[in-house]
């Protein structure tokens, strides 16, 4: 079965600083793609940023970036310059083709001012 | 441009009645798709529909319905309602399945 695992329910960070989040996920694919979407208190889901695992490149959004490690099937997000706005919970997601999507439990990040 | 929209946005209901949620894009997405998402997890796919007049089965079907007579609109429903739905709905769309999904604001449902 697909999994996936965030092994931090919840990260905490002081402003201006820099945040990383973990996720791993397993599967025996190698076409796929992975995503992390940002969840405020208002409960919209928000996509944060996208990967191929077909690209080799790092994906990333401004101050978001991933480190993505395909053969330890690990997908981590790194939040530079951490904004108050950043505090959320944060889901780690996986797709196949046409597959369902799925998510890990997430992780609840506290920005402290 | 409205993006995905949900309605209602909260709702109670009790045990045994019957009640639909509609979901409606504006984006001219294929895909659409309804989640439910519990205390301590993760989305959870119930749902799916790969374009107009065609609906799945995901993850955790059972309990619900769904049809998908308009490409524009999702509807999702309980025709016997169970504290065990109880949740927080979410619709999603996406132009194609490989495509990013984009989600609605969500319905709380509870049902007591």
């Known amino acids: 079965a697909q999994t996936v695992t965030q092994s931090q329910p919840e990260m905490s960070v002081q402003e201006a600083e820099t945040v990383t989040l973990s996720c791993t996920y397993d599967?025996?694919?190698?076409?796929?793609?992975l995503f992390w979407y940002k969840q405020p208190p208002s409960r919209q889901m928000i996509l944060v940023i996208r990967?191929?695992?077909?690209?080799?490149q790092n994906a990333t959004e401004n101050r978001f970036s991933v480190n993505f490690q395909k053969a330890a099937k690990s997908f981590s997000l790194k939040i530079s310059d951490s904004q108050l706005g950043d505090a959320a919970m944060y889901f780690c997601?996986?797709?196949?083709?046409?597959?369902?999507?799925?998510f890990g439990k997430g992780t609840k990040l506290s920005v402290k001012p | 441009n409205a993006g995905v929209t949900q309605t209602p946005k909260f709702r109670v209901l009790k045990t045994g009645q019957s009640m639909t949620l509609l979901c409606a894009q504006d984006?001219?997405?294929?895909?659409m798709y309804w989640y439910r998402q519990d205390p301590g997890m993760g989305l959870r796919l119930i749902h799916y529909?790969?374009?107009?007049?065609?609906?799945a089965k995901g993850e955790v079907p059972d309990g619900y319905n769904v049809s998908r007579l308009k490409k524009q609109n999702f509807l999702l429903g309980l025709e016997s309602a169970a504290p065990s739905q109880t949740s927080v709905y979410f619709c999603?769309?996406?132009?194609?399945?490989?495509?990013?999904?984009?989600f609605g604001p969500g319905t709380r449902l509870l049902v007591l």
């Open positions: 599967t025996s694919e190698s076409d796929y793609y």
């Open positions: 990967q191929e695992a077909y690209k080799q």
């Open positions: 984006m001219n997405h294929e895909y």
């Open positions: 999603a769309s996406s132009y194609g399945s490989q495509e990013t999904q984009y």
């Open positions: 997601a996986y797709k196949i083709g046409q597959g369902n999507l799925i």
């Open positions: 529909s790969v374009g107009e007049g065609t609906t």
